[in-house]
Protein backbone atom coordinates (compact mmCIF):
# COMPACT_ATOMS: atom_id res chain seq x y z
CA UNK A 1 0.00 0.00 0.00
CA UNK A 2 1.15 3.42 -0.27
CA UNK A 3 1.18 4.34 2.82
CA UNK A 4 3.27 0.71 3.71
CA UNK A 5 5.78 2.16 1.23
CA UNK A 6 6.85 5.01 3.37
CA UNK A 7 7.80 2.87 6.06
CA UNK A 8 10.99 1.21 7.01
CA UNK A 9 11.06 -1.72 4.96
CA UNK A 10 10.89 -4.74 8.07
CA UNK A 11 7.25 -3.26 8.62
CA UNK A 12 5.45 -6.38 7.56
CA UNK A 13 1.20 -5.99 6.97
CA UNK A 14 -0.30 -8.89 8.59
CA UNK A 15 -3.59 -9.80 6.62
CA UNK A 16 -5.21 -6.75 5.61
CA UNK A 17 -5.81 -6.11 9.59
CA UNK A 18 -2.26 -5.24 11.18
CA UNK A 19 1.04 -4.12 10.52
CA UNK A 20 3.87 -5.42 12.39
CA UNK A 21 7.98 -5.34 12.91
CA UNK A 22 10.53 -6.65 15.23
CA UNK A 23 13.07 -4.64 16.82
CA UNK A 24 16.56 -6.17 17.98
CA UNK A 25 18.38 -5.52 20.68
CA UNK A 26 21.65 -6.53 22.48
CA UNK A 27 20.11 -6.98 25.51
CA UNK A 28 16.87 -6.90 27.91
CA UNK A 29 17.60 -3.76 29.54
CA UNK A 30 17.88 -2.05 25.95
CA UNK A 31 14.38 -3.61 25.40
CA UNK A 32 12.55 -2.05 27.56
CA UNK A 33 14.65 1.98 27.14
CA UNK A 34 13.15 1.41 23.86
CA UNK A 35 9.55 0.02 24.96
CA UNK A 36 9.35 3.23 27.23
CA UNK A 37 10.17 5.43 24.33
CA UNK A 38 7.38 3.37 22.27
CA UNK A 39 4.93 4.22 25.06
CA UNK A 40 5.86 8.00 25.21
CA UNK A 41 4.81 8.23 21.66
CA UNK A 42 1.71 6.05 22.05
CA UNK A 43 0.53 8.13 24.87
CA UNK A 44 0.98 11.84 23.22
CA UNK A 45 -0.68 10.15 19.96
CA UNK A 46 -3.36 8.39 22.37
CA UNK A 47 -2.89 5.53 19.69
CA UNK A 48 -1.10 2.15 21.93
CA UNK A 49 0.09 -0.55 20.03
CA UNK A 50 0.44 -4.15 21.11
CA UNK A 51 3.83 -4.65 22.42
CA UNK A 52 5.42 -8.12 22.93
CA UNK A 53 8.54 -8.23 24.80
CA UNK A 54 11.44 -11.12 24.39
CA UNK A 55 15.26 -10.81 25.76
CA UNK A 56 16.68 -9.49 22.90
CA UNK A 57 13.58 -8.61 20.94
CA UNK A 58 10.21 -6.57 20.70
CA UNK A 59 7.52 -7.03 18.32
CA UNK A 60 5.14 -4.23 17.42
CA UNK A 61 2.02 -4.70 16.48
CA UNK A 62 -0.46 -1.98 15.27
CA UNK A 63 -3.95 -1.70 14.28
CA UNK A 64 -7.18 0.12 14.99
CA UNK A 65 -9.22 -1.36 17.33
CA UNK A 66 -12.18 0.49 16.93
CA UNK A 67 -11.98 -0.38 13.29
CA UNK A 68 -10.74 -4.08 13.41
CA UNK A 69 -8.19 -3.27 10.87
CA UNK A 70 -5.91 -0.77 9.37
CA UNK A 71 -6.08 3.32 9.27
CA UNK A 72 -3.68 5.69 8.51
CA UNK A 73 -3.04 6.75 11.90
CA UNK A 74 -1.34 3.08 12.31
CA UNK A 75 1.35 3.90 9.83
CA UNK A 76 1.19 7.29 10.97
CA UNK A 77 2.55 5.72 14.68
CA UNK A 78 5.12 3.22 12.81
CA UNK A 79 6.84 6.16 11.49
CA UNK A 80 7.01 7.56 14.82
CA UNK A 81 8.38 4.73 16.23
CA UNK A 82 10.59 4.36 13.18
CA UNK A 83 12.18 7.75 14.08
CA UNK A 84 13.42 6.06 17.57
Known amino acids: SYYKEKLHPDWRIIGTKKISRDFNF ?3 KKNIAFVNKVAEIAE ?3 H ?3 IYNFYS ?3 IEIWTHIIKGLSENDF ?3 SKI ?3
Open 26 to 28: DNY
Open 44 to 46: TER
Open 48 to 50: HPD
Open 57 to 59: KIT
Open 76 to 78: ILA
Open 82 to 84: DSL
